[in-house]
């Protein structure tokens, strides 16, 4: 597995760094830092001195080299300088020239310490890439890249689409050698509870299971999960979250083939999720050695939540 780091001199890419060196902690995994320097026209009051091309270059080697210091011994790690005319422009023609399977962005700076907030790089990267994109919230850093990937949650459901999700989240399980959560999320647009909202919940729950024991491969050390609230909030908050995890969701049904773009569950989630965030492409395909077989097991959780 190939990860990409989106780095910037600024504490969101710090934050994106320690989760891809926490990614790239996995057996043969390889890290690529990439720095994304501004192709276009430089405005007609800027210098045309060939020195302040070589200041600039110099720069943004000097970020890279800063970078690499905050990469562990043993992460094999290599950077990289991109000229492209935005960012996600870099970041996206990086992705395809270096065959990365996931891109690490940070969060923007004005998000909350351990949430999300969407700033144009994540947003674009969200609604076009063709590789999953990994959000890192506010803070990734202050925990530091000691800690490997200890649990993969995938948020699936029964609709249309669900394999895929389901296929990036076995491949990522078994690339960190951790045990794949499957959740399901029910909002009940209601307030309290009653008999019918844990029935429904356990229906969906043991939708998710049938479907899971059909798909999911052997091996794998795999339980599955059901929240319902009154919103996708609320079912989100009623889960217990690990600081070593990560939460992976499809994109929406209005994504392009093999394309990303954030849907309203995941919209949602991001307000509430204290995990990284992994969005994957619609359609995303199972890779060569990625046979799947029908004989696994799947240890059920009912986790119901109910209420405001």
């Not at 093999?258 to 994957?280: C, T, W």
Request: hydrophobic residues 45%; negative net charge; glycine residues 10%.
């Amino acid at each position: 597995m190939r990860f990409l780091v989106g780095y910037t001199a600024t504490p969101g890419g710090a934050d994106a760094l320690a989760l891809g060196v926490r990614l790239a902690r996995a057996p043969g995994a390889e890290l690529d830092v990439v720095l994304v320097l501004n192709a276009g026209d430089r405005a007609t009051l800027t210098p045309t001195d060939p020195g302040y091309d070589r200041l600039l270059l110099e720069t943004a080697e000097g970020w890279l080299a800063e970078a690499l210091t905050l990469v562990p011994a043993g992460i094999s790690v290599r950077t990289h300088l991109e000229h492209a005319d935005s960012f996600t422009q870099g970041l996206l023609a990086a992705a395809a020239r270096l065959q990365a399977n996931l891109i690490v962005v940070g969060a923007a700076t004005h998000g909350l310490l351990g949430r999300f907030a969407i700033g144009s790089v994540a947003g674009g990267l969200l609604h076009s890439s063709h590789v999953p994109v990994a959000l890192a919230p506010e803070g990734t850093r202050v925990m530091g890249t000691d800690e490997p990937i200890r649990r993969v949650t995938c948020a699936v459901g029964t609709k249309a689409g669900a394999d895929g999700l389901l296929t990036a989240g076995i491949l990522l399980a078994r690339t960190v050698d951790a045990p794949l959560r499957l959740v399901s999320l029910v909002a009940i647009d209601r307030p309290g509870a009653d008999e019918q909202t844990i029935v429904l919940a356990a229906d969906h729950a043991q939708a998710v299971l049938d479907y899971a024991t059909d798909h999911l491969m052997d091996g794998l050390e795999v339980t599955a999960s059901v929240a319902s609230g009154s919103s996708i909030e609320h079912a989100v908050r009623g889960l217990p979250w690990e600081p070593t995890e990560v939460c992976l969701v499809g994109s929406s049904r209005l994504a392009q083939p093999h394309r990303l773009f954030l849907g309203s569950i995941a919209a949602k989630m991001l307000r509430e999720l204290p995990v990284p965030l992994i969005v994957v492409p619609r359609d995303f395909t199972v890779l060569p050695d990625a046979t799947v077989l029908p004989d696994a097991t799947v240890t059920p959780e009912f986790t119901v939540t109910v209420g405001k």
